[in-house]
């Protein structure tokens, strides 16, 4: 009798529930476990899964980038949410932080405020 082999995949699990399994974290470029987005907020508001918020950040022209907190993060009766921006400005480390910055979203436009840190896009700011 041939022994059928099954390769487990792990995954990425938050207070209990399953978010993603890691191959697909993986085809999901730039989704950055621990960490969240600093910036302009459009809204905020209850979402279940981090692939949920991703995804209303996607269909959301004036969104550039998305947190979701997993439920109980800070309270164990806090419900999970979902941050869309619609600027980011940095990231930091947050344990129980899922965030993602649309794909095509570029630096955010301002001043040049460091004459050592010039890139082309400074330009059309001076």
């Not at 390769?7 to 960490?35: D, F, K, M, T, W």
Request: glycine fraction near 10%; aromatic fraction near 4%.
């Amino acid at each position: 009798m041939k022994r059928e082999r099954r390769n487990n995949l792990p995954s990425l699990a938050l207070g209990g529930a399953l978010l993603v399994s890691v191959p697909s974290l993986a085809s999901a470029q730039g989704v950055e476990v621990g960490v969240a987005l600093n910036g302009t907020n459009l809204t905020y508001y209850p979402r279940p899964s981090a692939a949920e918020c991703q995804a209303d950040c996607a269909a959301n022209p004036r969104c550039q980038g998305s947190t979701w907190i997993a439920a109980g993060t800070y309270k164990p009766s806090d419900a999970a949410m979902c941050y869309l921006l619609s600027v980011v400005t940095s990231k930091n480390q947050a344990r129980g932080h899922i965030s993602l910055v649309k794909a095509g979203a570029g630096r955010p436009r301002g001043p040049v405020t460091n004459p050592d840190d010039i890139d082309p896009t400074d330009f059309g700011n001076l």
